[in-house]
């Protein structure tokens, strides 16, 4: 950890480890499996440097300011800088992988960046590199993600230091790219037409495990320069995978119907409108798919004895985060990702709009606070209305609640099916929806002063949708054709109110900023 009076180390000078011991260097620190390995590195008593292309986001790390952390900034592919960053280290990880391009240009980077890492290695003395492979057969048969894997790991021995490589096949954990896909294709189709890789054979293993595997094995010098395959105890195919996640779930059994003629480019697009990952990201995952990635050899097991957990227990541990919302890492977490969903644990649609209003603030949120109830919307109220009856007649509250008072709103008040989340005078109010839907909506209402004197405003609408299951991908698009009507219009009709209440102030000669009580 470093105080306010020492610079931050940079990759041309590091910092050298305040005990004495010699830090293991960590790459894609992150990232998904990088961002929590440090940590518990830390906790077995290792310190560590953590090498990243921004050290903001390794600061933004809860346990960026522990004891023993040093942050390093760089590039992989500048090599002479990678060796200085990494002189003084006893072991380096090397948890750099590409996921959004397919094809030679970015089997060709990642080779190159392997190079780059193993020859900085060699020169700065480092005694081992650890790598996280992917697990599978060898051979020519190997999807292209697959083989990029294997070139990665020929890459890194190319040099003189010892590696040790850990081949794991699907890891299952709160935010992991594999376990993501597998939980929403469970939860939103209870009908799946699959290809045909649906019946491959794999054998998943909890992350912790491979936490347990990746710190261990520098315990243990037998396991420097060897090929490891690690796994948990299970060995299922997919189909089997998606019927355990749907028995976690509470859901009923899903019906999978493969068929031949399901491409990886299709399947990543299905995949990128079922789930929240990008297609970019899901193709190199469907297509590694096709390989059977089964452990063929215990060696891991034997020289590091350890008892991996049963994959319904992975599966309900890592369904216990999402729900407590305690997902430490994500596979999102690593680097710029086109695409990237606004998320926590689910895709967020958002409609956003904005307005400036020659009105201030004081008034433009007394007319926002108006919304609902005897008032109605301020436009398209024939809309919410058969909103509200079709709402009632499956059980929602519909618009029969209304609102406490006509004028003013308070944290938790009702306002027809809307409930009050916050509220902030003058600047911010925000509604989470209680009609029944399929999935999650809130509505806020954001006021900022404009001009020079205050007296305008910019209010900044914005609908947010995080949908559950099939039928609320399928609300949300039917909707959508709505919302210029719906959504424009109460923007029309608020600034139209605020335009009438400073109309009235001035009149009463309060003055066109005075504000109103509401709150």
Same mark, same amino acid.
């Given at each position: 950890?470093?105080?306010?009076?020492?610079?931050?180390?940079?990759?041309?000078?590091?910092?050298?480890?305040?005990?004495?011991?010699?830090?293991?260097?960590?790459?894609?620190?992150?990232?998904?499996?990088?961002?929590?390995?440090?940590?518990?590195?830390?906790?077995?008593?290792?310190? +560590?440097? =953590?090498?990243?292309?921004?050290?903001?986001?390794?600061?933004?790390?809860?346990?960026?300011?522990?004891?023993?952390?040093?942050?390093?900034?760089?590039? !992989?592919?500048?090599?002479?800088?990678?060796?200085?960053?990494?002189?003084?280290?006893?072991?380096?990880?090397?948890?750099?992988?590409?996921?959004?391009?397919?094809?030679?240009?970015?089997?060709?980077?990642?080779?190159?960046?392997?190079?780059?890492?193993?020859?900085?290695?060699?020169?700065?003395?480092?005694?081992?590199?650890?790598?996280?492979?992917?697990? $599978?057969?060898?051979?020519?048969?190997?999807?292209?993600?697959?083989?990029?894997?294997?070139?990665?790991?020929?890459?890194?021995?190319?040099?003189?230091?010892?590696?040790?490589?850990?081949?794991?096949?699907?890891?299952?954990?709160?935010?992991?790219?594999?376990?993501?896909?597998?939980?929403?294709?469970?939860?939103?189709?209870?009908?799946? *037409? +699959?290809?045909?890789?649906?019946?491959?054979? =794999?054998?998943?293993?909890?992350?912790?495990? !491979?936490?347990?595997?990746?710190?261990? =094995?520098?315990?243990?010098?037998? +396991?420097?320069?060897?090929?490891?395959?690690?796994?948990?105890?299970?060995?299922?195919?997919?189909?089997?995978?998606?019927?355990?996640?749907?028995?976690?779930?509470?859901? +009923?059994?899903?019906?999978?119907?493969?068929?031949?003629?399901?491409?990886?480019?299709?399947?990543?697009?299905?995949?990128?409108?079922?789930?929240?990952?990008?297609?970019?990201?899901?193709?190199?995952?469907?297509?590694?798919?096709?390989?059977?990635?089964?452990?063929?050899?215990?060696?891991?097991?034997?020289?590091?004895?350890?008892?991996?957990?049963?994959?319904?227990?992975?599966?309900?541990?890592?369904?216990?985060?999402?729900?407590?919302?305690?997902?430490?890492?994500?596979?999102?977490?690593?680097?710029?990702?086109?695409?990237?969903?606004?998320?926590?644990?689910?895709?967020?649609? *958002?409609?956003?709009?904005?307005?400036?209003?020659?009105?201030?603030?004081?008034?433009?949120?007394?007319?926002?606070?108006?919304?609902?109830?005897?008032?109605?919307?301020?436009?398209?109220?024939?809309?919410?209305?058969?909103?509200?009856?079709?709402?009632?007649?499956?059980?929602?509250?519909?618009?029969?609640?209304?609102?406490?008072?006509?004028?003013? *709103?308070?944290?938790?008040?009702?306002?027809?099916?809307?409930?009050?989340?916050? *509220?902030?005078?003058?600047?911010?109010?925000?509604?989470?929806?209680?009609?029944?839907?399929? $999935?999650?909506?809130?509505?806020?209402?954001?006021?900022?002063?404009?001009?020079?004197?205050?007296?305008?405003?910019?209010?900044?609408?914005?609908?947010?949708?995080?949908?559950?299951?099939?039928?609320?991908?399928?609300?949300?698009?039917?909707?959508?054709?709505?919302?210029?009507?719906?959504?424009?219009?109460?923007? $029309?009709?608020? =600034?139209?109110?605020?335009?009438?209440?400073?109309?009235?102030?001035?009149?009463?000669?309060?003055?066109?900023?005075?504000?109103?009580?509401?709150?």
């Amino acid at each position: 950890m470093h105080s306010d009076q020492t610079p931050p180390p940079t990759a041309s000078s590091p910092t050298p480890a305040a005990d004495g011991e010699r830090p293991v260097f960590v790459t894609g620190v992150t990232g998904y499996v990088g961002g929590r390995l440090v940590p518990r590195l830390l906790d077995a008593g290792y310190s +560590t440097r =953590c090498f990243a292309r921004d050290r903001r986001k390794v600061e933004a790390r809860v346990w960026a300011e522990r004891d023993g952390v040093e942050i390093v900034e760089g590039d !992989v592919a500048d090599t002479a800088a990678l060796a200085r960053a990494m002189t003084g280290c006893r072991a380096a990880y090397y948890l750099v992988h590409s996921m959004i391009a397919a094809g030679a240009e970015y089997a060709d980077r990642d080779r190159a960046l392997a190079e780059s890492f193993a020859a900085a290695a060699e020169q700065a003395g480092v005694e081992r590199i650890v790598y996280l492979g992917g697990l $599978g057969e060898t051979g020519d048969g190997l999807s292209e993600h697959l083989a990029s894997r294997r070139e990665v790991e020929h890459a890194l021995a190319s040099g003189a230091v010892p590696v040790t490589v850990l081949r794991a096949a699907m890891i299952i954990g709160s935010g992991s790219a594999s376990f993501e896909i597998l939980r929403y294709l469970t939860e939103r189709l209870p009908l799946m *037409v +699959t290809p045909w890789w649906v019946r491959t054979a =794999c054998q998943p293993i909890a992350i912790r495990d !491979v936490l347990f595997y990746l710190i261990e =094995c520098l315990r243990v010098p037998e +396991t420097a320069g060897r090929t490891l395959d690690i796994g948990g105890p299970t060995v299922a195919r997919y189909d089997e995978l998606i019927q355990i996640m749907a028995k976690s779930l509470g859901l +009923t059994r899903r019906l999978i119907v493969p068929i031949p003629v399901l491409t990886p480019r299709l399947s990543s697009f299905w995949i990128h409108l079922v789930t929240p990952l990008d297609h970019r990201i899901a193709r190199p995952l469907a297509e590694g798919l096709r390989n059977e990635v089964v452990v063929r050899d215990d060696s891991a097991r034997q020289l590091m004895p350890h008892e991996p957990i049963a994959i319904e227990r992975a599966i309900d541990l890592a369904l216990g985060r999402v729900e407590a919302h305690a997902v430490e890492t994500s596979w999102s977490d690593a680097g710029p990702v086109p695409g990237d969903p606004d998320w926590a644990g689910g895709k967020t649609y *958002v409609d956003r709009r904005e307005k400036l209003i020659p009105a201030p603030p004081a008034a433009v949120f007394k007319a926002v606070c108006r919304v609902g109830g005897g008032h109605g919307w301020y436009a398209a109220d024939w809309l919410w209305r058969v909103r509200g009856a079709m709402d009632r007649l499956v059980g929602g509250p519909g618009l029969r609640r209304g609102r406490r008072h006509p004028e003013t *709103v308070s944290y938790g008040d009702a306002l027809d099916f809307w409930r009050v989340r916050h *509220v902030e005078q003058d600047r911010r109010l925000d509604l989470r929806a209680e009609m029944k839907l399929p $999935g999650e909506a809130l509505l806020s209402f954001e006021i900022e002063p404009h001009g020079e004197r205050g007296q305008q405003s910019r209010l900044i609408q914005t609908a947010r949708f995080m949908p559950r299951g099939l039928s609320g991908l399928l609300y949300w698009w039917a909707v959508v054709p709505l919302h210029h009507v719906v959504f424009e219009g109460m923007l $029309g009709g608020i =600034c139209r109110a605020a335009m009438v209440e400073v109309d009235a102030a001035r009149a009463r000669g309060d003055g066109p900023g005075e504000a109103s009580p509401a709150a």
